[in-house]
Nanobody, 133 residues
Framework: QVQLVESGGGSVQAGGSLTLSCVLSGYTHTSYCLGWFRQAPGKEREGVAGFDSDHSTRYADFVKGRFTVSKDKAQNILYLQMNNRSPEAASVYSC???????????????????????????WGQGTQVTVSS
């Protein structure tokens, strides 16, 4: 059974850093696309970053240069390192993973994806992040 569990959320001041983790238990696909998404209250979910089995990465414009997505292959953990955070109301950051079949170059669509659950069947419950000014 596949289970994604995020951790590392919390409160940080603007300019600070935070690293989120997503443990992918039972996830054994060797070809995959993984994503980090966030959702603020009253707003649509938006793509933040992606990482795929080719070790390609993709970032939303609003995080480029400040966030880094990576994966520990041995531990099967996806990370999102967030530096120089801008003030942000409490948002829930969630990791997501594809199943065995997914569109080629899906990672390129992550920043603009409107319906990520269409291609990402596996989701964690999310971890909340607040950045105060």
């Amino acid at each position: 059974q596949v289970q994604l569990v995020e951790s590392g959320g919390g409160s940080v001041q603007a300019g600070g850093s935070l690293t989120l983790s997503c443990v992918l238990s039972g996830y054994t696909h060797t070809s995959y696309c993984l994503g980090w998404f966030r959702q603020a209250p009253g707003k649509e979910r938006e793509g933040v970053a992606g990482f795929d089995s080719d070790h390609s990465t993709r970032y939303a414009d609003f995080v480029k240069g400040r966030f880094t997505v990576s994966k520990d292959k041995a531990q099967n953990i996806l990370y999102l390192q967030m530096n120089n955070r801008s003030p942000e109301a409490a948002s829930v950051y969630s990791c997501a993973a594809t199943g065995g079949v997914f569109p080629a170059k899906l990672i390129e669509d992550i920043p603009s994806m409107k319906d990520p659950r269409r291609h990402f069947p596996y989701w964690g419950q999310g971890t909340q992040v607040t950045v105060s000014s």
